[in-house]
């Protein structure tokens, strides 16, 4: 091997060797840090929409309940009744209860 063949061998060797510590290094001192303020912003979206579908959620759900108590009340007054049904002339008649004519 020649002069020149082992001083770029051992410029190779050292300049790699750098590189290699100065990435390790750098790698160390990201995970010290923490996490980037960039993943925080997406969490505080995240938990944001969260909240805004739970308050959704919440409305649907009074909405149902309304209706199923509108429901409740029209079934009761139709009990009530006695079960007489109007038909499309105006003529009043009992409602069938399951009986067939």
């Known amino acids: 091997m020649d002069r020149y063949s082992m001083i770029v061998a051992v410029m190779g060797q050292l300049c790699g060797t750098a ?4 990435l390790i290094t750098a790698w ?3 995970r010290r840090r ?3 303020i960039g993943a925080n912003d997406g969490l505080q979206r995240i938990e944001s929409r969260l909240s805004e579908m739970q308050q959704s959620l ?3 759900a009074i ?3 309304r209706i199923s108590e509108g429901q409740r009340f029209a079934t009761k007054l139709l009990s009530e009744r006695g079960g007489v049904v109007q038909d499309a002339h105006g003529i009043r008649e009992p409602a ?4 067939p004519r």
């Open 19 to 22: 590189l290699i510590i100065t």
């Open 28 to 30: 160390f001192a990201s």
């Open 34 to 36: 923490g996490p980037a």
């Open 58 to 60: 919440d409305a649907v």
């Open 63 to 65: 909405d149902v309940e």
């Open 96 to 99: 069938s209860r399951g009986i």
